[in-house]
């Protein structure tokens, strides 16, 4: 349980930790809340020979509103978006998925940030960025890029994030009012095994559906999707778009649940996640 | 773990058992191999340096090619050391003509063992299956030049 | 030490049987405790092990070069290097016809389980110690790992130890009255298969110890997380080489045990045998991971059974064929613990016949032992399964069937057809109060609304009875005593040093109770020592629910030998005749002049100055005893469980818990109350959650707490929790044991309450544990 050694750097702003991503390169490691990375040094599965532990850049740190848009910054912990009165207003389906996650402990350390650029296949927040189709800014040495959720979730464990960029600020539209997240948990762990994050838009009658823990990576269930297209949204229907929830994808297999049980439970969560969403707002 | 995939290329089968019997070929094509030791006829040490993302490890692993029926089919011996653990797996080839190119049936089975197996399980499948995926389209890549 | 008023009342109202807050607790909770990981002595090396990653594995070949080249790494040792120095593990159960597998601390040409130590560093840091494993380089042959106990039994199985030439570990059988003729009396004859899975104990504080050798007087003292100081002093110096009377074996704190640290590991060995060798004392501290792999795990047994029984409902016998998978080796109690199972198998009923046959198979697992309840919690989930299959083949009710075959009150003590003597018991009397407390008929209300409704709704119970205090010296590997001292010091204080080992038990202050009510003193002046060899001189540790009911009496003992001497002494101080003493409440007085009476501060104080001794009376106002228990004492109960599963997801959810347990005298209501609920808890887990996974290499798969889920505060219900009061005639304080119980009846109401609720679908038996996929599987097989 002891990581093999590190030397430690905490730059003071965004440039300085950009620097020393460019000078150390592959040797370098950028630490947030530090619950995805301490544990995969403390088993010597991660071995960075420099630690950039930007939890001091306050520019890192805000949740605010501007043109329609929420911007949540990238060290923003899973426990201020929980508690955001300003989220709760205009994007709850953020704080239900911040409740959901881990811990308390976890929840004051973890950020968004580090969680969506360690994109675990299991974590929460990537169906809530899929539906919401939530924007990446991204800075590196030189400059800025936006990137769209449905491009930054990359594969198991990898994000579209360059290996010399660091993640500022995602934004989400601040119009998802009926939205919903559900989660079947594994249990041991808490992460998700089938976690899917609804949002039904009651005008244009369409439906947002972002399913976690049941693939390699985070996806839309497109076919649900465009099953629901137009439709009334009854339960009926609902639960028959739900059916094909798990399409199109090679849901994981392990212990705790077969890839046949996954994407049951896909199908089961996703019923829920919509009727949930379609009751609010 | 099983894995079954299907390849396509579109070179003749002479060119895609040649290219898989090269050496030089194979420390291309597999991601993460930073050298290649011929350690006697059809066997190689690679050294390897694989995992996702940021959660690499260093691996020896010792190649073997065995029961080569040219341009047919072949198996491919792979044992895998590292602090992370171990793995080993075994792959049978087949090498189909096909019209405008070939075909190439690969059926794998892998075990793993140590740390990866104890925290990684969940991941294993999914890993051996995007290496595999990733290693023949380089060699597709690699085969079109 | 005279008594002020306040005192006197509530010295005058008893401490025993008060639910009073424990002494340990303030400073376990202030974070103020000591467990081994705390002790840091001057020179402290820290050690640390490099495990084979292999079930099965020939050794090559082990270069250690680069590891003891790293600065400040002091050495590196293999099994080369230790193995014909330090002896093999111990193990207390061997089988008559013991074959066993010698078990070297350190694998040596092979190894035999994930995890199994082949080299040991030693440094000046833990970092140091932990970056020198991996310079380590160990080239390992791999073999196939046997890792199904049925396909180990088949011919053309690979060997888990070739030099065996066989699986079997042990066979072992227990006929009990006439089976044969029970099967024959019988109108039908059910079979029902069980399994039961293998647990990983989990205890919160993983293993360690810290050696230190004092060259000087040739004399190790050895801090270890266990539960068995004494035991380990007794078997340590052979694996050693040191006299028994030149180690000390201390205790510290420790994070709970469950039976994981009722063993002697050879780790413990090593590391002590190199703090000899290097003359510097070493720590080791187990990680969770190793925790998982390394320390005993429970279970594991597969059940095929076959149950003789009436039409109305009687069981006349029972035949059991169980498979336990013991893995590698035999550790302390490895072999011992299924012959529990078949000893208990009878349960609380009055089986005419029973026969059960144990075949023990090694496996590449690490070796299972003894956890919470050893072997009872198998036997009470069988008949309590059993007892519920019975039912429901029949169609009758599974609480009838019960009162059925169970003895009446006025029929104890009662011997079973396993030929244990049920010490006391009212079975019924325990039953009646938890459907009481469950309120019964709304339950059953309930549960046909459900049905109605299309939930899948279920009650279960199970009337449980198990074994503990474990026991006479007849029946006990070595020794079924327990010691205890008491001591007035010079001030009247008194100092109580017990041979038990409670590590969360709370003996501290339930000792401190029964000696404060005993003496009459107030329980701030008593102090209660364990776990230090030094000063418990003698003593059987604890494990089997026996520390109350064995190392209480013990003092119980050693009190009244006190009171006696001190009658004598106050006679001579008073100038009256012995037979006119009287002893009450802490004063000693001659009969009608209880205003001239002495305490025991002045007794005590007499008793050590010695200058006005009656001649023939020595000074000193201390004793000690053995307490050899006539029998083991059996502990009962009834839990109630309703559950829901949810169709869709297959998860459970216990929507009621009642427990009413009888443990006999209750010493500490707070206590008990603990115990049961730690223990019902720890069988939600075994129930609904856990299970330890080695995949067909034997590379395991539940090695965290990522993957290895035990229950946390959300998933404990609102426990009502009653109890009936049985004592036991077994000891003179009439308590039987509580450690256990709750472990032992818990997991069988629950699993009773689910197949319960599956039932409408025509599920009759489901294995555990109860995850959502096995819940739901069962539910697509049945059709919907």
Redesign the interface.
């Known amino acids: ?2 990581p ?2 590190f030397d430690y750097a905490r730059p003071r702003s965004l440039d300085e930790a950009l620097g020393l991503l460019a000078t150390h390169g592959e040797d370098a ?1 950028v630490l947030a809340g530090g619950h995805s990375l301490i544990p ?1 040094m403390k ?4 071995q ?1 020979k420099v630690l950039i532990d930007i939890g001091g850049i306050g520019d890192l740190r805000l949740i605010n509103q501007q043109d329609g848009k929420i911007a949540i910054g990238a060290l923003t912990t899973h426990y201020e978006i929980e508690s955001s009165d300003l989220l709760k207003q205009s994007c709850p389906l953020l704080p239900e998925v911040a409740g959901k996650i881990g811990d308390m402990q976890v929840r004051n350390k973890g950020t968004i940030g580090g969680s969506c650029v ?2 675990d ?2 974590g929460d927040w990537p169906a809530a960025m899929l539906a919401l189709d939530a924007e990446f800014e991204v800075v590196g040495r030189n400059g800025n890029r936006t990137i769209a959720a449905k491009d930054f979730f990359v ?4 994000s579209a994030i360059g290996a010399d960029e660091i993640l500022k600020v995602i934004r989400v539209p601040a119009t998802a009012k009926s939205a919903a997240y559900v989660k ?1 948990a ?4 808490g992460f998700a095994i089938a976690g899917v994050a609804a949002i039904v838009d009651k005008q244009r009658k369409e439906v947002a559906v972002g399913v976690t823990g049941v693939a ?1 990576a985070a996806y839309r269930a497109a076919s649900v999707e465009a099953s629901l297209r137009g439709s009334d949204l009854s339960s009926a229907t609902i639960a028959s778009a739900a059916e094909k929830a798990a399409d199109g994808v ?1 849901p ?7 890839a046949e ?1 996954r994407a ?2 896909a199908r ?1 969560q996703a019923k829920h996640a919509l009727e949930l969403a379609a009751s609010r707002g | 773990m099983k894995l079954a995939a299907t390849y396509t290329f579109d070179s003749p089968p002479e060119k895609v058992f040649a290219a898989l019997l090269d050496p030089a070929v194979l420390q291309k094509c597999i991601d993460g191999c930073e050298k290649m030791e011929k350690t006697g006829e059809d066997s190689y040490d690679a050294h390897l340096k694989v995992g996702i993302a940021s959660l690499k490890g260093s691996y020896i692993g010792k190649i073997r090619i065995e029961d080569k029926k040219p341009p047919e089919s072949f198996t491919l011996n792979v044992e895998g050391k590292g602090g992370p653990g171990w793995m080993k797996g075994k792959a049978n080839i087949r090498i189909l003509p096909k019209e405008n190119g070939t075909e190439l049936v690969c059926d794998s089975e892998g075990q793993v063992g140590g740390l990866i197996a104890a925290v990684g399980s969940r991941l294993v499948e999914a890993v051996g299956k995007k290496m595999s995926d990733e290693f023949f389209r380089k060699l597709g890549e690699h085969l079109k030049a | 030490m005279v008594m002020t008023k306040e005192e006197q009342v509530e010295a005058a109202q008893g401490y025993v049987g008060r639910a009073m807050k424990r002494v340990e607790d303030p400073r376990l909770i202030k974070g103020i405790a000591t467990y081994v990981d705390d002790l840091k002595p001057p020179g402290l090396l820290y050690a640390e092990f490099v495990r084979s990653p292999h079930a099965h594995a020939k050794i090559a070949s082990i270069n250690v070069d680069n590891a003891k080249k790293l600065q400040g790494v002091v050495g590196v040792f293999t099994g080369v290097d230790l193995n014909d120095k330090v002896g093999c593990v111990p193990t207390a159960a061997p089988q008559p016809d013991g074959k066993s597998p010698l078990h070297y601390v350190l694998a040596r040409e092979r190894a035999y389980f994930l995890g199994h130590p082949v080299a040991v560093v030693v440094a000046e840091t833990r970092a140091i110690a932990r970056d020198a494993l991996d310079l380590v380089e160990v080239d390992y042959d791999p073999l196939p790992a046997v890792t199904d106990p049925e396909k180990a039994l088949e011919k053309g199985s690979p060997l888990t130890h070739p030099e065996l030439g066989t699986n079997v570990a042990f066979r072992w059988s227990l006929p009990a009255g006439d089976v044969e003729s029970a099967f024959k009396e019988a109108d039908k004859v059910l079979k029902l298969r069980i399994v039961h899975p293998r647990l990983t104990p989990m205890a919160m504080e993983p293993r360690g110890c810290l050696a230190s050798w004092h060259a000087g007087e040739s004399s190790l003292t050895l801090w270890t997380s266990t539960q068995i100081p004494h035991l380990v002093r007794t078997l340590l110096p052979g694996m050693i080489h040191i006299p028994e009377n030149k180690l000390r074996v201390v205790t510290p704190e420790v994070g709970g045990g469950f039976g994981s640290k009722l063993n002697l590991y050879a780790e413990e060995a090593v590391i002590s045998h190199l703090a000899m060798r290097l003359n510097r004392p070493i720590k080791w501290i187990e990680g969770r991971r190793e925790n998982a792999a390394v320390t005993i795990h429970g279970r594991d047994q597969i059940g095929d059974h076959e149950i003789a029984i009436k039409n109305d409902g009687t069981v006349l016998g029972i035949r059991t064929k169980i498979i336990a998978d013991i893995g590698s080796y035999l550790q302390l109690l490895t072999a011992a613990i299924p012959t529990l199972t078949g000893l208990m198998i009878c349960g609380c009923y009055k089986l005419k016949a029973a026969h059960t046959d144990v075949t023990g198979v090694h496996t590449n697992k690490m070796c299972t032992d003894a956890y919470r309840g050893a072997g009872r919690p198998e036997a009470a989930y069988i008949i309590e399964r059993v007892m519920d299959f019975v039912a429901s083949e029949l169609g009758l009710d599974p609480v009838e069937v019960r009162l059925k075959n169970m003895p009446a009150a006025t029929e104890f003590p009662f011997t079973t057809a396993t030929g244990l003597l049920y010490d006391s018991g009212n079975y019924q009397d325990a039953l009646k109060k938890a459907q009481e407390l469950a309120n019964w008929s709304s339950l059953l209300k309930e549960r046909e609304t459900a049905r109605k409704e299309g939930r899948l709704f279920g009650i279960g119970l199970s009337t449980y009875v198990e074994i503990c205090a474990l026991g006479p010296s007849k029946i006990m590997a070595a020794g079924g005593w327990e010691w205890g001292c008491v001591r007035i010091e010079i001030s009247g204080t008194v100092t109580v040093i017990t041979g038990a080992t409670p590590h969360g038990q709370g003996q501290e202050t339930s000792f401190a109770q029964i000696a404060a009510d005993r003496l009459g003193v107030p329980i701030e002046d008593v102090v209660v020592l364990r776990g230090d060899t030094a000063s418990a001189h003698f003593g059987r540790d604890t494990y089997g629910s026996r520390g109350t009911a064995l190392g209480g009496t013990a003092i119980v003992m050693s009190i009244d030998k006190i009171i006696e001497k001190a009658k004598t002494l106050a006679a001579a101080l008073l100038k009256g005749n012995r037979e006119q003493v009287e002893f009450e409440r802490g004063k000693f007085f001659i009969k009608g002049q209880e205003k001239d009476y002495l305490g025991w501060g002045q007794l005590a104080s007499e008793a050590y100055v010695a200058k006005n001794l009656p001649p023939g009376l020595e000074p000193g106002l201390e004793a000690s005893s053995f307490f050899e228990p006539s029998n083991c004492t059996f502990p009962f109960g009834t839990h109630i469980v309703a559950a829901e599963v949810d169709r869709e997801t297959g998860q459970v959810k216990i929507r009621k818990y009642v427990a009413v347990d009888d443990c006999g005298n209750q010493v500490n209501p707070l206590l008990v109350e603990g115990q049961v609920q730690g223990g019902i808890t720890q069988s939600i887990g075994a129930a609904l959650m856990e299970r330890t996974v080695y995949d067909e290499n034997g590379q395991l798969l539940t090695g965290e707490f990522m993957d290895y889920a035990i229950p946390r505060a959300e998933d404990s219900p609102e426990y009502v929790l009653g109890s009936t009061v049985t004592p036991s005639p077994s000891n003179p304080l009439g308590v039987k044991g509580v450690g256990e119980a709750g472990t032992i009846g818990a997991t069988p109401a629950i699993a009773n309450a689910v197949i319960d609720a599956l039932s409408p679908l025509g599920v009759r038996h489901l294995d555990i544990p109860f995850t959502p996929e096995q819940v739901w599987r069962a539910i697509q097989k049945k059709g919907d």
């Open positions: 349980m002891i093999v050694a490691k995969a088993l010597r599965l991660a960075p360690h994109a296949p299991a594969g198991m464990l990898t079947f594994q249990k041991a762990s390699p090679d994981l297999s392990d212990i705790h649940a077969s049980f049951h439970l089961v």
